[in-house]
């Protein structure tokens, strides 16, 4: 592994009073920012998985009584805004610069209506009810708690994947990718793919396990 | 060229209707089934295909070429 | 004039004001909003914004993240490296730099500078524990005293093994920095206003009483002391740092190793920092959670740890124990975060003291990581007294006993480095040696505190204090005394003073056995830990006594070797390429080592532990021609 990685076609090494530095290709730089962001990939499953057991703890079998329609709509947001994420990826891997920004543009679009789903209208900001049952308070026992603090983390990790998407996108429109090196691109597509997959279980988990007590 | 590109478009779009499939699949199961251990093993799966198809999680150990 | 540029141009004096101002600027944000919002003043919500915004705003200042900003509107930065233009060339040393042996001796100043400050409060309360009754402290003062020593103690670990890792694995690999120079940088510079938080924590808010652990329900309990919410939002922070080192770490260990370097040919002291790293990245997460969940139920009354919780509805309440889980988690596994580098840095300097190869290679790495692992499933054992499943407890015994199994593999492969070697007694060498004396100590009486029916008697008993206590020397405080003493000819091109060494560990190692025994007998005797009063009718006050006296001891012996550590640079002699005489890459060249650590790649072409093998060779310079 690691010869395969000094050794490549154009690494090219410098030496002077400083010492000898092995200057890495844009390849090998890839391969150890890939890694770095996998790890730390990685590393967030333990707080997800940590929020997730708390869940299990706290509610066992029982869950609050939530919006379906809204909970199946902001899942289905995500997905899509995913699904167009990649798009974008696969766009300027292919040199279609304007598919790529379109797609971004519905990303970010499509990320930001989620946030208003979740934290506008499930959390009752716009106080907005629908159906017979009352919004639920982040004061209400476990059942706030772990609602409120779920999608509260996640709601972090969707605004900080929208900040890169909108840095991606303005650096993109500048011409900073090209076909070969958009490292940038698909750093952000891996971690807005990641937050979707977080969502791929906290729907279910907050949504549909369990029974509803009223 | 041209044709790997598609191919490509064409890929993601279907691992996005399996998912979106997969998701109402889920909404069902939970009306009808209730079954906890159905609902982890979907949201398993559709982990599995984003990891796989979206993050290119296989770029880790084989390196593509441009 | 020039004083006052150079002062200015210092990254610690501009984290310090940038740490000032973020307080400053997420106060007057927080008051501002709820005024207009006609809210009531809330001092919780206030503080704990001031701190987000200080954390924040000491990186801005220091400018570890001007890199990074640069990089988000499409500037393209090189990675800057050398002395800094202009300007003494100390100055890199207080400033942001991102040479790892920087970094690392960045991290090991700081790590003694913290650990002082931790060692004074001990001295302070274990002179009010002299004697029964109270002394000088008030019991609350008393409880801030010993809660902030833990603490502090704790991130005085996590920077020396910041220190260890950073400033040894890339030279030990054979590369010229970190995978990530930025993000190394990073790493340190969020752990001084992380630390500053938890210090602050004791002056403003009047401390906190919940020691290190935080428990709830006396950490979220209406009317804690605002304290607790520094310390808590202190030990979050911190907790970026170490999950961006490991992250770090893993990648520079997995791609940036020298030619031939094998994973079974790399010092054994990256196998422990890999090991470390594993748990760093990982179990860190947890109890980051477990704070934010405090911190929420603080200031929005999110009720993830109270159980008081009724709507008549039959709606779940929170769970106090849940804390715990996620607490002890973390903070198992990271025992060994402490003692991993330590134990590594141990089996990394016998065999060049023995002149013996180190018996058992592999298993001593793969101990590492066993030990890693294992200590994943043995969390519970510090909760046997507060109430778990029955069925649990078993479980967790064992899996608790099972630990014994690769730590013994480390102690085997240490005696069998030294029999029969022909040893030397350096003062590393004699800290190497206190080192297992005294983990030895630590490490028998874990057992018996991991045995549910003995476990029961002796929870939270100056025997835990006791027993911790030896584990964190004998795994961190002597190996890591042993490093500074081993590489500093790496480090400053000197010799240290021998004599000062060796009486520096003359005065530590039995003043220390005598602090570790007393510990454990007034434990025996009936001594609460967390306490600031005793009755005398248990006859412990002369052991308690002597405990405070072994204390002084101690702290006048650290002392000794940080007078040793700042005059020796001047005074002592130059040293010689390798003066241990040790096969490791890094000793083959003259000291100090280049910006970049080597002239000219090596490649690793043998075994790294032969001595004393007539003919074997670990690493040789990459021949010039044919690359
Ligand atoms: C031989 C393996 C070990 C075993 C079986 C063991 C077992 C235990 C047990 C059961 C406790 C809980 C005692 C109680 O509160 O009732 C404990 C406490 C503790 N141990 Fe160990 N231990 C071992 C090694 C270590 C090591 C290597 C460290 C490294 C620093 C360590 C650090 C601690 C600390 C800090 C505490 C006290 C935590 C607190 O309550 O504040 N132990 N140990
Ligand atoms: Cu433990």
Not at chain 1, 21 to 50: D, K
Not at chain 1, 78 to 88: E, H, K, P, T, W
Not at chain 3, 279 to 306: E, N, P, S
Request: charged fraction near 10%; include cysteine; hydrophobic fraction near 50%.
């Amino acid at each position: 592994m690691s010869a395969a990685a000094t050794h490549h076609d154009q690494a090219h090494d410098h030496a002077d009073e400083h010492g000898h530095a092995h200057v890495p290709t844009y390849l090998e730089t890839l391969r150890a920012n890939r890694l770095g962001l996998w790890l730390f990939c990685i590393s967030e499953v333990f707080l997800f998985v940590a929020l997730i057991v708390v869940r299990f703890a706290l509610w066992g079998n029982t869950r609050p009584e939530l919006d379906q329609a809204l909970g199946l709509a902001t899942t289905s947001v995500l997905l899509i805004s995913s699904y167009f994420m990649v798009r974008a990826e696969v766009a300027i891997a292919h040199g279609d610069r304007d598919k790529f920004l379109n797609s971004l543009l519905v990303t970010f679009v499509l990320g930001v209506l989620f946030l208003v789903g979740v934290v506008g209208f499930e959390w009752g900001l716009f106080g907005i009810t629908f159906g017979d049952h009352e919004l639920l308070k982040p004061t209400d026992g476990a059942f706030g708690a772990v609602f409120f603090g779920m999608t509260g983390i996640h709601a972090l990790h969707v605004v900080s994947g929208l900040f890169l998407i909108l840095m991606v996108y303005i650096n993109g429109r500048r011409g900073g990718y090209s076909t070969e090196r958009h490292w940038g691109v698909e750093a952000c597509a891996i971690y807005w793919h990641y937050v979707d997959v977080v969502w791929v279980f906290f729907y279910p988990i907050l949504y549909l396990i369990g029974t509803p007590v009223h | 060229m041209e044709e790997k590109k598609s191919q490509a478009y064409q890929l993601i779009f279907t691992i996005f209707l399996v998912l979106a499939f997969l998701t109402l699949v889920e909404y069902l199961v939970s009306q009808y089934l209730d079954s906890m251990i159905l609902l982890l093993l979907i949201a398993f799966l559709k982990a599995g295909l984003i990891v796989n198809y979206f993050m290119h999680v296989y770029r880790l150990w084989r390196e593509e070429s441009h | 004039m020039r004083q006052l540029r150079i002062l200015f141009s210092l990254g610690i004096v501009w984290a310090l004001i940038g740490q000032a101002a973020g307080a400053a600027a997420g106060l007057f944000l927080v008051r501002a909003i709820r005024a207009a919002a006609n809210l009531p003043p809330s001092a919780e919500a206030e503080l704990v914004i001031a701190a987000m915004f200080s954390v924040f705003g000491s990186l801005l200042f220091s400018g570890v993240l001007t890199d990074w900003l640069k990089w988000c509107v499409g500037i393209e930065t090189p990675l800057r490296h050398g002395d800094p233009d202009g300007l003494p060339a100390w100055t890199r040393y207080f400033s942001v730099d991102y040479n790892h042996k920087v970094i690392g001796i960045q991290y090991g100043v700081t790590s003694i500078i913290v650990l002082l400050v931790g060692g004074i409060l001990a001295i302070i309360f274990r002179l009010e524990l002299s004697w029964p009754g109270e002394q000088f402290l008030t019991p609350e003062s008393y409880n801030t005293i010993f809660s902030a020593h833990g603490i502090i103690m704790i991130a005085s670990i996590l920077l020396g093994v910041g220190a260890m890792v950073n400033y040894l694995v890339p030279m030990m690999i054979g590369a010229s920095d970190m995978a990530f120079p930025r993000l190394n940088a990073f790493s340190y510079w969020i752990a001084i206003p992380s630390a500053i938080l938890i210090m602050a924590g004791m002056v403003i808010g009047d401390g906190w009483e919940t020691g290190w652990v935080g428990y709830p329900p006396l950490s979220t309990i209406d009317g804690s002391p605002l304290g607790t919410q520094l310390f808590i939002l202190g030990f979050y922070f911190n907790g970026f740092s170490s999950i961006a080192g490991a992250i770090n770490l893993l990648v520079t260990v997995m791609i940036m190793r020298a030619k031939g370097m094998s994973l079974w040919r790399m010092p054994i002291f990256v196998w422990a920092a890999i090991a470390t790293s594993l748990i760093q990245f990982t179990a860190t997460q947890t109890v980051g959670a477990a704070q934010l969940m405090v911190t929420t139920q603080r200031v929005l009354k999110l009720g993830f740890f109270d159980p008081t919780f009724s709507n008549g509805l039959g709606w779940p309440a929170g769970d106090p124990i849940l804390y715990q889980h996620l607490f002890w988690f973390y903070s198992h596994p990271v025992v060994y975060v402490f003692v991993l580098p330590g134990l590594g840095i141990i089996s990394e300097l016998l065999p060049v003291y023995s002149r013996k190869p180190l018996f058992g290679y592999k298993w001593v790495a793969l101990s590492s990581l066993g030990i890693a692992l294992v200590g994943f499933l043995v969390w519970a054992h510090h909760m046997f007294t507060s109430g778990m499943a029955d069925v649990l407890r078993i479980p967790f015994m064992l899996a608790t006993l099972l630990v014994a199994i690769p730590t013994g593999v480390k102690f085997f492969s240490w005696v069998g480095t030294i029999w029969g070697g022909k040893v030397t007694f350096e003062t590393p060498m004699l800290f190497v040696l206190g080192a297992i004396s005294v983990f030895l100590i630590g490490g028998l009486t874990g057992p018996i505190l991991g045995t549910i029916p003995t476990d029961l008697h002796l929870h939270d008993s100056y025997w835990v204090v006791g027993h911790f206590h030896a584990t964190m020397f004998g795994g961190f405080v002597f190996p890591f005394f042993a490093a500074i003493y081993y590489w500093y000819p790496k480090i400053t091109g000197h010799m240290y003073n021998e004599r000062l060494g060796k009486i520096h560990f003359w005065l530590m190692t039995p003043g220390f056995w005598l602090m570790s025994l007393g510990q454990m007998q007034v434990g025996i005797w009936g001594m609460r830990r967390r306490i600031y009063d005793y009755d005398p009718a248990l006859g412990i006050e002369f052991t308690h006594a002597l405990i405070t006296l072994s204390a002084l001891i101690i702290g006048w012996s650290v002392l000794i070797m940080i007078y040793n550590l700042i005059t020796s640079s001047r005074t002592e002699r130059v040293a010689a390429i390798n003066p241990w005489g040790s096969r490791s890459p890094e000793w083959q060249v003259p000291s100090p080592l280049p910006e970049f650590n080597y002239y000219r790649p090596f490649e690793v072409v043998g075994e790294p532990y032969d001595y004393g093998v007539p003919g074997s060779v670990y690493v040789r310079d990459v021949p010039a021609a044919g690359d």
